[in-house]
């Protein structure tokens, strides 16, 4: 998918319905999500048939980039609850099933390397 095609899509999701100050949230642009996400695949070749983490997802930006990208799978961690139900919301609307929600502090996570491939 080309970067502009992608950004058009991303232009859907919605945003924080709650943001909190102290936990740093705010919208992630569009623009830079589709060019974070078209570099990491055309450049890398990091998303597409990739299981990709998407560490304090928020609201599900570049976990939805991701998924239209060719994602395998996604695994996006966010401790708020209401980004998550925010989250939830985009990708019940984008009719995304491949991604696994977890709710918790990104310092604090059981997910063991070799889950992962970081190289």
Do not use: W
């Not at 998918?1 to 740093?24: A, N």
């Not at 997802?57 to 980039?65: D, E, K, R, V």
Request: glycine residues 8%; aromatic residues 8%.
């Amino acid at each position: 998918m080309k970067r502009k095609q992608l950004e058009s899509y991303l232009q859907d999701v919605d945003h924080f319905s709650d943001p909190k100050i102290e936990l740093e949230q705010y919208p992630t642009d569009p623009h830079l999500a589709a060019s974070v996400v078209y570099t990491a695949q055309s450049g890398y070749g990091d998303i597409e048939d990739k299981c990709v983490l998407d560490l304090g997802a928020g609201c599900g930006m570049l976990t939805i980039g991701s998924v239209l990208s060719g994602a395998a799978c996604v695994v996006s961690v966010e401790l708020d609850s209401s980004a998550i139900q925010d989250m939830r919301g985009n990708l019940a609307e984008f009719e995304i099933d491949n991604v696994e929600v977890i709710q918790g502090d990104v310092t604090r996570l059981p997910i063991r390397y070799k889950d992962f491939n970081f190289e």
